[in-house]
């Protein structure tokens, strides 16, 4: 799961906030999906923007994220650089795509584990989970330090 850190949990809560709230949502557009909509936050980019750096190649996000390659120069490159210098990883933003990362489905309430990965108020949910589980890891990481590591002698 990503690198947990303030900034993130806000930026994933403030996308979540927005859709909720009303913002233009359509799965099949690479600015106006799950990982647009994380996109538009973390880089200040608008919907279109997004959705024309993806054009320059082939495929979905899951398939963006496949053939990414941060020397290839490719504005859609350029934007999943951005997202992981924020702590994400390649596998979170296609877990997010489809909704599927399993730390975050078993947190959510046993009526709502079986998400639809189109569905906006499914995004949403699983937005708020997930930065819940991010922020959880920020106030439990200080409380570790300085504890030996189930006494393997390595400090945490």
């Known amino acids: 799961m990503a690198r947990s850190s303030a900034q993130l949990v806000t930026a994933i809560r403030q996308t979540a906030d927005r859709l909720a709230q009303g913002a233009n949502y359509q799965w099949g557009h690479m600015g106006s ?12 980019l608008d919907k279109g923007h997004i959705h024309g750096a993806a054009m320059w190649r082939h495929g979905d996000w899951s398939e963006q994220l496949r053939d990414y390659c941060p020397q290839s120069g490719l504005p859609m490159d350029e934007i999943i650089d951005q997202m992981l210098s924020w702590g994400l990883t390649r596998d979170d933003l296609a877990h997010l795509e489809s909704l599927s990362d399993r730390k975050v489905t078993e ?16 995004v949403v949910l699983y937005l708020h989970t997930w930065a819940a589980l991010l922020e959880l890891d920020l106030v439990q990481l200080p409380s570790m330090q300085g504890i030996e590591a189930l006494g393997t002698g390595i400090k945490v």
């Open 107 to 122: 947190a959510l309430p046993p009526n709502r584990r079986y998400l639809k990965h189109n569905l906006r108020d499914d």
């Open 33 to 44: 999906c799950n990982c647009g909509h994380l996109a538009q936050t973390i880089t200040q």
